[in-house]
Nanobody, 112 residues
Framework: VQLQASGGGLVQAGGSLRLSCAASGPIFSIEVMGWYRQAPGNKRERVATILRSNRTIYADSVKGRYTISRDNTRNTMSLQMNSLKPEDTAVYYC???????WGQGTLVTVSS
C-alpha cells in the first residue's frame, strides 16, 4: 500500500491547514501510520503517529496543535494543523511504519 499526501499550501502564522493522505489499498490492517516532515537542510522527522487502536503520539514540537486521525473505511489519514508557526514550514509526507515507498509529499509554507 502506497500513501500519498495532499492539501498543503501557503498559510499565515496562526492559521490552520488540513492535510490528507490517500492510500492505494486498504489500511485497516496497518498497525502504525504516521506523518513526517522535512524542512530544507533538515532530516525528515516524524511529527505524528497513529496506531491501529487509534492511539496517537505527537512530537513535542506539534503537541497540542496537530491532530492525526485515520478512516479505515475510506482508506485515508488526516493531519489537522492549527496555530501554525513559520518553523512548521516543510514538505509533509505520510507513510506506514515500517516504511513503504515514499510519495512526493505536500509543501506547507507558513508565513510570518
Amino acid at each position: 500500500v502506497q500513501l500519498q499526501a495532499s492539501g498543503g499550501g501557503l498559510v499565515q502564522a496562526g492559521g490552520s491547514l488540513r492535510l490528507s493522505c490517500a492510500a492505494s489499498g486498504p489500511i485497516f490492517s496497518i498497525e502504525v501510520m504516521g506523518w513526517y516532515r522535512q524542512a530544507p537542510g533538515n532530516k525528515r522527522e516524524r511529527v505524528a503517529t497513529i496506531l491501529r487502536s487509534n492511539r496517537t503520539i505527537y512530537a513535542d514540537s506539534v503537541k497540542g496543535r496537530y491532530t492525526i486521525s485515520r478512516d479505515n473505511t475510506r482508506n485515508t489519514m488526516s493531519l489537522q494543523m492549527n496555530s501554525l508557526k513559520p518553523e512548521d514550514t516543510a514538505v509533509y509526507y505520510c507513510n506506514r511504519i515500517p516504511w513503504g515507498p515514499w510519495g512526493q509529499g505536500t509543501l506547507v509554507t507558513v508565513s510570518s
